[in-house]
């Protein structure tokens, strides 16, 4: 091999040598875990990166960095009581303060969308019923999760997009004043209660649109939106603004039968020693209130690591505190048959059912 062969064989290989590296350089750098470490990259990964991460070292990668991070801002629509509870528990376990801001719902989702707009949302996390967390989401505010406790969940509870998944569920059920009304004496079906003695003792919430729709959808649209109009017709109902106050005005007999209460709210006052019990018409519904974290939060050790909690740890605390966890490893004890609210549907046809609902019920539609 003469000189100007062997230079060239040498500057070939030396070629390839650098094209090596640099190939394996950036496989190295392409995400921040590696599937075959288990580990996240030391620089500052993204929330991208740690709300994918699946490695062995998870939990305690995101307790270690979260007691750092120290706390996390959480907008939700959880009663003041239990999510104070929850909050309590996990920060004895970790370490870690939960800023907490409760409204309803609506007043959530408004405050999260109008802060984003403005460029001013500060949250790490947000907890809402499935309509109002699905709008969320299609602002393109939530971050997509991969958590090692999606697969413990009813299937229902976590929306192809991950990016927001029901941790409890709110059943609407019917609730009575055990004083008013016999057990005995009680609607056995919808239908029942067009009879004529359910005058003057329905009361319903004043946007439960969310409680017609599916049940509507359920009989046949054209037949379910006549029996609410039936319903109007020949009973009348009261229309009560707030889950709570229906609830409340169960208990004490202005309203002698809610049609749209949520169980947990009777079992805690029943458990208080007041007079009223719920029972379950066919089907009760089912309304998920999912939790997401935000794209931007500031906080997301502490946010990734309070998801995991809220789908494990905390879901017997919820069931202690009478919610409906959807983790299926938990026995709720429930042998009801259910109806999960298509959150995404009620949500694409919001305006049609909302309009409906209005015509007949707040409008006191008798036509």
């Given at each position: 091999?003469?000189?100007?062969?062997?230079?060239?064989?040498?500057?070939?290989?030396?070629?390839?040598?650098?094209?090596?590296?640099?190939?394996?350089?950036?496989?190295?750098?392409?995400?921040?875990?590696?599937?075959?470490?288990?580990?996240?990259?030391e620089?500052?990964?993204?929330?991208?990166?740690?709300?994918?991460?699946?490695?062995?070292?998870?939990?305690?990668?995101?307790?270690d960095?979260?007691?750092?991070?120290?706390?996390?801002?959480?907008?939700?629509?959880?009663?003041?009581?239990?999510?104070?509870?929850?909050?309590?528990?996990?920060?004895?376990?970790?370490?870690?303060?939960?800023?907490?801001?409760?409204?309803?719902?609506?007043?959530?989702?408004?405050?999260?969308?109008t802060?984003?707009?403005?460029?001013?949302?500060?949250?790490?996390?947000?907890?809402?019923?499935?309509?109002?967390?699905?709008?969320i989401?299609?602002?393109?505010?939530?971050?997509?999760?991969?958590?090692?406790?999606?697969?413990?969940?009813?299937?229902?509870?976590?929306?192809?997009?991950?990016?927001?998944?029901?941790?409890?569920?709110?059943?609407?059920?019917?609730?009575?004043?055990?004083?008013?009304?016999?057990?005995?004496?009680?609607?056995?079906?919808?239908?029942?209660l067009?009879?004529?003695?359910?005058?003057?003792?329905?009361?319903?919430?004043?946007?439960?649109?969310?409680?017609?729709?599916p049940?509507a959808?359920?009989?046949?649209?054209?037949?379910?939106?006549?029996?609410?109009?039936?319903?109007?017709?020949?009973?009348?109902?009261?229309?009560?603004?707030?889950?709570?106050?229906?609830?409340?005005?169960?208990?004490?007999?202005?309203?002698?039968?809610?049609?749209?209460?949520?169980?947990?709210?009777v079992?805690?006052?029943?458990?208080?020693?007041?007079?009223?019990?719920?029972?379950?018409?066919?089907?009760?519904?089912?309304?998920?209130?999912?939790?997401?974290?935000?794209?931007?939060?500031?906080?997301?050790?502490?946010?990734?690591?309070?998801?995991?909690y809220?789908?494990?740890?905390?879901?017997?605390?919820?069931?202690?505190?009478d919610?409906?966890?959807?983790?299926?490893?938990?026995?709720?004890?429930?042998?009801?048959?259910?109806?999960?609210?298509?959150?995404?549907?009620?949500?694409d046809?919001?305006?049609?059912?909302?309009?409906?609902?209005?015509?007949?019920?707040?409008?006191?539609?008798?036509?």
């Open positions: 091999m003469n000189s100007y062969q062997a230079f060239t064989r040498t500057t070939s290989v030396w070629i390839t040598v650098c094209l090596l590296t640099l190939l394996l350089a950036a496989c190295g750098q392409s995400n921040g875990a590696s599937p075959s470490t288990g580990t996240l990259k620089q500052q990964p993204s929330i991208k990166e740690i709300a994918s991460y699946v490695g062995d070292d998870r939990t305690k990668l995101l307790v960095k979260a007691k750092q991070e120290g706390e996390l801002n959480l907008y939700t629509s959880m009663s003041a009581p239990d999510i104070e509870y929850i909050a309590k528990k996990f920060t004895e376990k970790y370490g870690v303060k939960i800023n907490i801001w409760r409204s309803g719902s609506v007043e959530v989702r408004a405050r999260v969308t802060e984003a707009s403005a460029g001013k949302l500060n949250i790490d996390m947000v907890e809402a019923v499935g309509p109002d967390i699905e709008a989401q299609r602002e393109g505010i939530l971050q997509k999760i991969d958590s090692p406790y999606h697969k413990e969940l009813m299937k229902e509870a976590v929306p192809s997009h991950k990016e927001w998944v029901a941790a409890r569920l709110n059943l609407i059920v019917q609730a009575y004043n055990t004083n008013k009304l016999k057990k005995e004496d009680l609607p056995k079906n919808y239908e029942d067009l009879d004529s003695k359910w005058k003057g003792n329905l009361g319903i919430e004043a946007t439960d649109d969310e409680w017609m729709t049940l959808l359920e009989w046949g649209e054209e037949k379910g939106i006549q029996f609410f109009k039936n319903l109007m017709k020949t009973n009348g109902v009261k229309v009560i603004n707030g889950h709570s106050l229906l609830t409340q005005m169960v208990g004490t007999g202005e309203v002698p039968l809610g049609l749209t209460v949520y169980s947990y709210k079992d805690q006052m029943k458990r208080e020693g007041q007079p009223i019990d719920w029972f379950a018409l066919d089907p009760a519904i089912a309304l998920p209130s999912g939790i997401g974290i935000s794209k931007n939060a500031p906080h997301p050790y502490a946010a990734m690591l309070f998801y995991d809220m789908l494990s740890e905390a879901q017997p605390l919820m069931l202690e505190r919610m409906t966890p959807t983790n299926t490893t938990i026995d709720t004890g429930l042998d009801i048959p259910i109806k999960f609210l298509d959150s995404a549907k009620q949500l046809e919001l305006n049609k059912w909302l309009t409906l609902f209005e015509d007949i019920f707040l409008r006191q539609n008798t036509n």
